[in-house]
């Protein structure tokens, strides 16, 4: 049914005239989740307490309208490294095997304080870590624009649950772009927050000085709204920002004219030929609409990779020593000893992929290799954010595409695992300079896939994005 995935204002009016009820929605969903099964996108659905909800809300639209949330009756799927009391969250490991939540992570919190129905956990990539959701323990999730392709990663299922109208919108989360090249492998926006704008209580923490919680929706619109509600200061986050929060949802697009920079060089090989033309299309139609779009050097281009990998791979090894097989999650019945409960449930819980991260995080920290990896990697993380900073001071945006490439075929990478890595080109750069960026959909390739790409700002400057991209829009 066609009204019940409007957008969230229309839903709204919906809801409140009686057209629809909660009950409906939420049933359509659920129906929805099952009739795509084979897609692979939802780890669990939360049908008993979604339907719960919807039943409760039902009656306040009738007795008390005036006491409903801005997000009464919208359906929301969260990533499944998002903590929500009572239910499981596993990041796709077998090493939360039974692990069930014990709170409920602030950015959920908030969206269910304004009446927001979640609906259940999207598959990803184990503990966030890939770019295609082919490295999860629950198997791959399938592009529901085509599902012989991947949907992106590591919220490759977040993604796949909007698209597919599983949910109105979705939470993810983005180390390196987690958020933003889901978002654009299936032709939806994605917005990564500044570092510190969204609390990461009650996120399963991968890289903990990169990592953010970012909404994906179908339109901007609901995307500011989601993201208005779910940031600000917390007590659980101390590098949650003590700043105020703009209505990133009651910005009016503004037509005064912006200055984009764009970075030279990077249109080299490796790039697909429709991603570029879709850049350059994109970056004319900016000028005709009357902002300036300049190339810049970035003389840091080729290190951002790099520098992404040494750095995340070593704050992985040190945030999933917790997982032990003592304190929660899998651990492994045949281990008698203290020693083979730690080994032997490392060895079977966690996947090859996550395996090869603590091995090289653990490399790049160890004495005698410390300084020439780490603490390198540390000053080249320094120098990118100044090289930023300072295109910043001349340049309102700088304009990405989301990914060199277009979305493969599930599997065909297997054998090239450094150029999934490097694919993560144009994505890690906002991560490693802690600012915020969005990505949009422009255009599809000859096959039918969706084409993306993002802007960046400067820290704190999500509503400058929002109110652009609602022009664009
Ligand atoms: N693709 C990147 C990686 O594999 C980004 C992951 C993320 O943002 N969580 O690490």
Redesign the pocket.
């Known amino acids: 049914m066609k009204e019940l995935t409007s957008d969230i204002k229309t839903h709204r009016q919906n809801l409140l005239s009686g057209k629809v009820s909660c009950l409906e929605t939420v049933r359509f969903f659920l129906g929805k989740i099952e009739e795509t099964q084979d897609l692979n996108i939802f780890s669990g659905v939360f049908k008993e307490r979604a339907l719960a909800q919807a039943e409760s809300l039902d009656k306040r639209i009738k007795e008390s309208p005036d006491s409903l949330g801005k997000l009464a009756g919208v359906i929301i799927s969260i990533k499944d490294n998002l903590c929500l009391t009572g239910e499981e969250v596993s990041a796709a490991s077998k090493i939360l095997e039974g692990f069930t939540s014990p709170y409920t992570a602030t950015a959920v919190e908030r969206l269910e304080a304004e009446d927001a129905i979640i609906i259940g956990r999207t598959n990803c990539d184990e503990f966030?870590?890939?770019?295609a959701n082919e490295h999860s323990f629950y198997g791959p999730t399938k592009n529901p624009v085509s599902p012989e392709h991947v949907p992106g990663?590591?919220s490759g299922g977040a993604a796949a649950s909007v698209i597919a109208d599983c949910c109105h919108i979705a939470l993810g989360?983005?180390?390196?772009?987690?958020v933003r090249?889901p978002a654009g492998f299936c032709g939806i926006y994605g917005i990564k927050p500044t570092y510190g704008r969204v609390s990461r209580h009650g996120l399963l923490a991968?890289a903990s000085s990169f990592d953010q919680i970012g909404v994906l929706g179908k339109n901007i619109e609901d995307v500011a709204l989601a993201l208005e509600i779910i940031s600000g200061e917390d007590p659980f986050d101390t590098t949650c920002a003590k700043l105020p929060v703009p209505a990133y949802s009651r910005a009016e697009s503004r037509k005064s004219p912006m200055r984009i920079a764009y970075f030279k060089g990077i249109f080299g090989e490796g790039i697909d030929q429709d991603i570029k033309d879709a850049f350059f299309k994109y970056v004319s139609e900016l000028k005709e609409a009357g902002n300036t779009a300049e190339e810049v050097d970035f003389s840091s281009s080729e290190f951002v990779v790099p520098t992404y990998y040494v750095l995340?791979t070593a704050e992985a090894s040190s945030n999933l020593s917790r997982y032990d097989g003592v304190r929660f999650g899998y651990r492994h019945p045949e281990a008698s000893t203290l020693e083979e409960v730690y080994r032997m449930s490392r060895t079977e819980g966690f996947g090859k992929e996550v395996k090869k991260r603590i091995m090289l995080g653990n490399f790049v920290l160890s004495s005698g290799y410390y300084d020439a990896y780490y603490q390198k990697a540390q000053r080249v993380r320094r120098n990118i954010q100044n090289e930023i900073t300072s295109i910043f001071q001349e340049y309102d945006f700088i304009l990405l595409p989301v990914s060199p490439v277009s979305p493969w075929k599930i599997g065909e990478k297997n054998s090239d695992p450094v150029s999934v890595y490097l694919s993560?080109i144009f994505t890690v750069t906002a991560n490693l300079a802690g600012i915020p960026a969005v990505s949009f959909p422009v255009g599809k390739h000859a096959n039918g896939l969706p084409i993306g790409l993002q802007l960046m700002a400067p820290a704190f400057k999500e509503e400058k994005l929002i109110t652009f991209l609602m022009r664009k829009a």
Not at 128 to 131: D, F, I, K, L, R
Not at 173 to 178: C, E, K, R
């Open positions: 966030a870590m890939g770019s990663g590591s989360s983005d180390t390196g772009g987690s090249q991968y995340t993560d």
